[in-house]
Structures are given as C-alpha cells and as structure tokens.
C-alpha cells in the first residue's frame, strides 16, 4: 500500500560553530511548531545558537516556496536535527612548557518543513 509523503523543503546549515547539545535544545522547542511560531520562539530565546538556526529555517522556507510553490504562511517544522562536525583543536600555553588543548565543536543543522495538514 503506498502512502503520499508531503513534501518536505529541506536545507542544511553545516560546519556552524556551537556544540551539538546546546543546538539540539533549541531545535527541541521548534519542531512540530508552525513557521510564524518557531521565528517568534527563536526571535526571543537568550541562546547564542538562535542565529544560525533561524537563518537555516529561513533558508528552509525559502526553498519551499520557490522551488516548491508552497505557501509560507502554512508550513511547520517537521524535522530539525543537529549532527555532530569536525572539531578544531587549538592549543593554549601553560605555564612550565605545557600546552593544553582547546577543543572548537562544529556541527550540520538540518531543517525540514511542510504544508500543514488542513
């Protein structure tokens, strides 16, 4: 028996500076909520992460309606995931000729939206 998928209007954010924890709580107040309501949500979190999320949700609704012909007032955030990237290592001098390492976390914001179900 074969179902008929919405569409889904996806769009990545990758390599973005921030830890895989503190993207994914964000991303767990945002899904399932409508577009209008996650912008409202992110525009008023105190969260360093908000910014390239909302700029990936952005994107996200953007490819909705071009590339789709969705309507942007009726969509909701179906999937929102982070994944973990690459770490950048720097090294910050000790005293005695020591060096300790400073671990930079990246991570790949995934968004997902469609048409809500009327």
């Not at 979190?45 to 952005?58: C, Q």
């Amino acid at each position: 028996m074969a179902t008929t998928a919405s569409p889904q209007a996806l769009a990545h954010g990758r390599f973005v500076r921030g830890s895989v924890s503190k993207v994914r709580r964000v991303l767990d107040q945002i899904r399932g909520r409508s577009y209008r309501d996650a912008l409202i949500m992110l525009e008023f979190m105190p969260y360093r992460s908000t910014g390239p999320i909302t700029k990936v949700l952005r994107s996200a609704v953007a490819n909705a309606e071009h590339n789709m012909g969705l309507d942007p007032s009726n969509l909701v955030v179906s999937m929102a995931s982070a994944d973990m990237g690459p770490t950048m290592k720097r090294y910050r001098p000790r005293a005695q000729g020591r060096a300790y390492q400073i671990k930079k976390q990246t991570c790949h914001i995934s968004i997902g939206v469609t048409p809500q179900d009327a």
